[in-house]
């Protein structure tokens, strides 16, 4: 199937570590943020998301991190594991649209 | 229920022909979003269908690019005069429509454009 993330940053951890993914946004007027996770051969799937109004949203082993001021976004995973090996990308959504922007996404590698 | 599908998955073309790519969204939603990814690259988007709302059409990379939407249902994307570039994993997105909700995707369509 087509092979995503070739030439995208890597990020390689440990299992059992945790791992965080970083992402800078572009544009102060985003409202709205989303983590996706894409896997090789598939469409990107929904990982976590977080208002503007927020600074953190945790779910289920992950959390968002939310800067406004340096217009900067995190993803934290606790605990990697292989299945988390994947490229994330974040997606931010300019106010008073319904146009999405992503970003050009990390490359995760799980290591045994 | 059934997610967002996509047809076909793979498509082969010659450079200079028409093609035409299938998005059956998630009953219901009336957000319907079309996306390019380049191998490699993070995702561009293309055009946007909301309800009965003129799509947002600022995403299409030439008047090649043109996407229909019947209702809240198919959409079709067609790429005329197909070049090498064109060549990427196309991806459909549905949602709910309401300013803060996630889209799903659908598995996308690799074109090759030979």
């Known amino acids: 199937g087509e092979s995503v993330g070739l030439h995208l940053p890597t990020l390689s951890v440990q299992e059992g570590d945790n791992s965080i993914i970083n992402c800078a946004y572009s544009?102060?007027?985003?409202?709205?943020f989303i983590w996706y996770k894409q896997e090789s051969g598939k469409g990107p799937q929904f990982i976590i998301d977080?208002?503007?109004?927020?600074d953190k949203r945790q779910g289920q082993r992950v959390t968002v991190l939310l800067n406004k001021t340096v217009k900067h976004l995190s993803l934290q995973i606790a605990a990697t594991q292989p299945g988390d090996s994947a490229v994330y990308f974040c997606a931010e959504k300019v106010a008073g649209t319904y146009k999405y922007i992503f970003g050009t996404g990390t490359r995760l590698k799980v290591l045994a | 229920g059934a997610g967002v599908s996509q047809s076909p998955s793979n498509k082969v073309t010659e450079k200079g022909k028409d093609v035409e790519l299938r998005c059956d969204p998630i009953?219901?939603?009336?957000?319907l979003y079309w996306y390019r990814q380049r191998l490699g690259q993070g995702l561009e988007f293309l055009i946007y269908?909301?309800?009965?709302?003129?799509?947002?059409k600022s995403g299409l990379p030439s008047d090649r690019f043109s996407a229909e939407r019947t209702g809240e249902s198919v959409s079709t994307l067609t790429i005329q005069r197909t070049q090498q570039e064109d060549s990427a994993v196309y991806l459909c997105?549905?949602?709910?429509?309401?300013?803060?909700?996630?889209?799903?995707f659908g598995p996308g369509t690799r074109l090759t454009v030979l």
């Open positions: 997105a549905s949602g709910s429509g309401l300013a803060y909700n996630e889209q799903f």
């Open positions: 544009n102060s007027a985003s409202d709205y």
């Open positions: 269908f909301q309800g009965n709302s003129a799509p947002d």
């Open positions: 009953s219901g939603h009336t957000a």
């Open positions: 977080i208002r503007s109004n927020m």
